[in-house]
Structure formats: C-alpha cells, structure tokens
DNA sequence: CTAATAGTGTCTATAAGACAATATTCC
DNA sequence: GGAATATTGTCTTATAGACACTATTAG
C-alpha cells in the first residue's frame, strides 16, 4: 500500500448556553502554537492512549478547559481542507454542547473561558466561525423539535422559562399554549409532583417540569 | 506544544441506490492492506496534494471506484476510536451519495463495485455495518421532508415512478394524493410541458416530471 | 367495452396558531 | 380589590390520510 501523508486530526467543540437572555458561546484563550493567545473555540488534538472516540476527546476538552462534566454533546460535522489550519491539511470533527450558564459560571469568572453572543463571535481563528455557524444552525433546526433547547436549563424549570429558552434557542417567539399543548402530549416534560412553585414574588406561582422520557422528536410521512 | 501520535483519518463512502426495487448499496473489493479481497465500502486516504475536503476525496473515490461523477453527497458522520481499525487509533468521516443505478450499472456489470440489499449488507470489515446503517437512517429520517428519495431516479420521472422511490427509500408506503399535493405545492417538482408520456404501454400515460427549486424542506416552529 | 393505471376531489382527523378567559399569588 | 403573571379553553386554519371517483390509453 502506498504511503499518503497523514492530514492532522483535531476535534472543537462549541459550547452552547443561555447567558444574559442571549445565545451564547464560551470561548477559550489558545494556549498552542498557531494563534497564540488568540480566543477560540476548545479543541486539541486526539489523546490516543486515552480517548476512546472524538466524542470522548470532545468531553475530555470540555472537562479540561471549561470544567464541564456530564452534559449533552452531539456531534455537528468534520470540517477539512488545505487551508483552514496553517500548520498543513487538517480535519477536525466538531461538536456542540449544551449547558445552563450555573455550569459554566465559575469558569467564566476564573477566566478560564469568554463568554460571547453568537452573532458576535466572528473574527475567530481557523474556520471557528464557520463552526459556530454550523451549531447554531443546528440548534435552530433541531430545537424546534428536540429537547435541545430544555438543556440550557437547569433539571428543573418552570413552563415560563422553558418557553423562553426555546424563544432564545430558535431566536423566534414560542406560542405559549401550543407549546405546551404539544410539549405535554409528546412526554417532553414531566411535573414534578410536589413542589409546585418558585419565581419572585409577586405573581403567582409556576409549576415545576422536568425533562421526560421522550425527547419530542416526531416524524412526517407521506 | 507536545507531539501526539497522529490518528489514521480516512474517508469511507455509503454509495446508495435502488436496485430491484430495494435499497442498496454499492460495495468494491479491498485491495489494500488489511481485509484484502473482502467487501467493504469505497474508501481511502486523503490525498493532501490533491483533495481540497474531505467531501471532494469522497468525489474522488467515487469517480476511481465506481466511475461515479455529479452525483448527490452527503456528509454523514464521523466514525472513531481505538479499535475501529487494526491498523491503530482512526477517524473516518463517512459519505453517502444517492444516485439511480444506470449510473452504476456499467461498473457493476464490469465487476468493479457488487450491489447488495441494505438489510443484507452486514459482517463488513471495519465498523461499515454501523455505517450504513447510519446512512439508511439518515435517509429515511430525511427521506420525507426532502429530495433525496427523487435523486434515486433519473432527471426526468413521472409521479408514480417518484412516489415508489420515496416508498422504497423511507421503507413505507406513501399516499399518492397525499404526496403529489404536497409536492406540487411545495415546489419539489415542476411538469416537463413538452412531453407528457411515457410507460410500457397498455394503459394511461404519466406526466413527466423534473426536480423543481425547493427541495421541500420545511420547518415546523412553535 | 374492458382492463389497467393515472390523476382528482371530498371528507375527516389532527395539530398548531391566535386569542380570549380564568386562576393564583402578593400587596 | 388590583396588578402581574400562569394556565386553560375555544376557534380557526392548514395539512395529511382515507377513499371514492374520473380520465386516458391499448386492445
């Protein structure tokens, strides 16, 4: 078999969450050789004693440079070529997470990670923007049909705030009652039977959901 | 920086088509180092020089393996780890394509590719069950909401042709009216004015059809 | 005319959006 | 009671599935 020169392989990651009312990414300051000290997007390389998959060395990633453990990872595509790494043709498998900002709070303010709206998080080394792009396009896709939005909450939520991180997840305003016509119906979420308030004060109180069995995924058929 | 031993990064292609009357794919011989002589799919190496993506090497090996050219690809998954591979850690980003079989009848013919049945193309080298069946459920979730079914047949199609391909693509039976209404409205295919036949003769002929602008994606929103 | 398939129209069930109406809390 | 938000119910509209009916060809 002939010999090809091996491309580098690496994985990204965009970490995906709610942060001030506004979808966000958190972004890490590069510590490696091409665009030192340059903010971008977590990544690195595949630790081959280690990882057991891109998928793991995503969570590895997360757990290393943003102190993140046990959330919702989904792959998003491999982007390659030429020229999107300087040191040669690269490929990288990219992922996007998704968390409530309670998990990413202490690391933003150790200065291990920036948080940045998505529209502004442009300028970015590599194809970091393009990735970017890719996830939020596909939050926006999936969410209106996946639990995908629910998880930038914390395990317990009320319908209010359900409704409004699937508003900021689809950047569109939700229907109140048919989201929860459908969110019901479809076993996205489940009361939590005792406790049935929380918020603020002065109005009344919300019911207390949590994540369901089902993740809502529905299909169309001719 | 640290050196890390580089991962295998290959590029594997899930070549579909409709043969029979059932979902197939296209599998060539291995000529290469390990599994020699086994059915696998069409894959290979990057080669730096010369593939600008990886989607363009999937275009390569199509065109050198089974003398496909212009055809649909898709990026699928990538697909890692340790084990995948006898040959070491590897990454492999897979592709399917779609294309109708005259396109692939004359490399089946002169042996460079074997057609199988999707259901029966299991025990391959590599985890390449796994991947074809990942692009088996890509194609039928997409199946319904998009023209990846119509790129099973050639340019030009009547409707009752188009409505099988969909029932053999999602693997389940399609409502005629049903579909031919939501196809017209949603542009997916457009009436050839000029002729309006076809069909092997005894009975009423077909309008023919091509693939109009949309391709009858939708979104569902709250 | 008959057989066979192409194509259309109608009815029904379901789901989502709009929006009004009701409920519950704090003050 | 009043303000503010939570929650529910009703009406309308769009879509898909079921299914019957009409159309067009060869023989």
Redesign the interface.
């Known amino acids: 078999?002939t010999e090809?020169?091996?491309?580098?392989?690496t994985v990204d990651v965009v970490p995906i969450t709610i942060h001030a009312g506004r979808l966000s990414v958190a972004l890490v300051e590069r510590t490696?050789?091409p665009y030192r000290g340059r903010l971008a997007l977590p990544g690195g390389?595949?630790?081959?004693g280690e990882?057991?998959?891109?998928?793991a060395a995503a969570r590895r990633i997360l757990r290393d440079k943003a102190s993140l453990t046990q959330i919702y990872v989904e792959?998003l595509?491999?982007f390659?070529?030429?020229d999107r790494d300087p040191r040669?043709?690269s490929?990288s498998?990219a992922y996007f997470s998704v968390t409530p900002y309670d998990r990413l709070k202490s690391a933003a303010e150790a200065g291990m990670i920036t948080l940045m709206v998505v529209e502004e998080a442009v300028g970015l080394p590599f194809d970091h923007d393009v990735i970017i792009a890719a996830a939020v396009r596909r939050v926006r896709?999936k969410g209106?049909?996946s639990d995908i939005p629910a998880r930038l909450l914390g395990p317990e939520f009320t319908l209010p705030e359900l409704i409004a991180a699937?508003g900021i997840a689809?950047g569109?305003s939700?229907?109140p009652a048919?989201?929860r016509k459908?969110a019901m119906d479809r076993g996205l979420i489940q009361e939590v039977p005792g406790a049935q308030r929380r918020g603020a004060g002065t109005t009344k109180p919300a019911q207390i959901y949590r994540l369901g069995d089902s993740q809502m995924i529905y299909?169309?058929?001719?």
């Open positions: 078999m090809y020169e091996k491309p580098i392989f490696g050789d390389f595949i630790h081959v990882d057991t998959s891109a998928g792959q595509s491999t390659s070529g030429p040669g043709w490929a498998t896709d209106a049909y699937y689809l569109s939700v229907n048919a989201f459908k299909d169309r058929r001719f």
